[in-house]
């Protein structure tokens, strides 16, 4: 079982909103402040930085893309959701351990 | 321009070992945390270790914390990671990458492949 579980796959059509989860299952993560997510276009191929420490954004990425937490369940939100987001999305933890936990991904299909 | 690139991939049989490097350019490599991350169809990404940017500090999964060594040579501007010990599950394509944000990788590689199988 992994320490961060991701809804295996979400889907929307364009324009709409979606929202991935990702709960922390460990208490590894400590205050789970430190909460990064990744979009990666294809296996196997480079990831994008999208959001870090719960809710920043780096420069360039789009502000369509936002973050949240509740609890020990962190959130990624892409609003007005374009074909280009069609994509595989990973959140990750760092841990008390100085360890790196990954989610198990979420599969974002553009209908 | 920022740039990664993992070399030294490549079929090893279980048991062997294997460095794999990552050049860096385009940025003041000494001043960054590196990290190794891997994917495999299995086992989906996966952190493997990092360093910091003097070499002084290393972490390791739990999963080759033992096996797996992080290095680097900062007057060449290259991380390496020494894997010995290889195991079939440890097939994968591995990435180096940036660490630019706080607990975060902002610059990845293209990957190096590591198939370990007899």
């Known amino acids: 079982q992994s320490a961060l579980t991701q809804p295996p796959s979400v889907s929307g059509s364009p324009g709409q909103s979606v929202t991935i989860s990702c709960t922390a299952t460990?208490?590894?993560?400590?205050?789970?402040?430190?909460v990064c997510w990744y979009q990666q276009q294809s296996p196997g191929t480079a990831p994008k930085l999208l959001i870090y420490d719960v809710t920043i954004r780096p420069s360039g990425v789009p502000d369509r893309f936002s973050g949240s937490k509740s609890g020990n369940t962190a959130s990624l939100t892409i609003s007005g959701l374009q074909a280009e987001d069609e994509a595989d999305y990973y959140c990750?933890?760092?841990?008390?351990?100085?360890?790196?936990?990954f989610g198990t991904g979420t599969k974002v299909t553009v209908l | 321009e920022v740039q990664l690139v993992e070399s030294g991939g490549g079929l090893v049989q279980p048991g062997g070992s294997l460095r794999i490097s990552c050049a860096a350019s385009?940025?003041?490599?000494?001043?960054?945390?590196m990290h190794w991350l891997r994917q495999s169809p299995d086992q989906g990404l996966v952190w493997v270790s990092d360093i910091k940017g003097d070499g002084s500090n290393t972490h390791y999964a739990d999963s080759v914390r033992g096996r797996f060594t992080v290095s680097r040579d900062n007057a060449k501007n290259t991380l390496y990671l020494q894997m010995n010990s290889l195991r079939v599950d440890d097939t994968a394509v591995y990435f180096c990458?940036?660490?630019?944000?706080?607990?975060?990788?902002?610059?990845w590689g293209q990957g190096t492949t590591v198939t370990v199988s007899s």
């Open positions: 460990s208490s590894d993560v400590g205050d789970y402040n430190r």
């Open positions: 990750t933890s760092h841990t008390t351990y100085n360890t790196y936990f």
């Open positions: 990458a940036r660490s630019g944000a706080p607990y975060a990788v902002d610059v």
């Open positions: 385009g940025f003041t490599f000494s001043k960054y945390w």
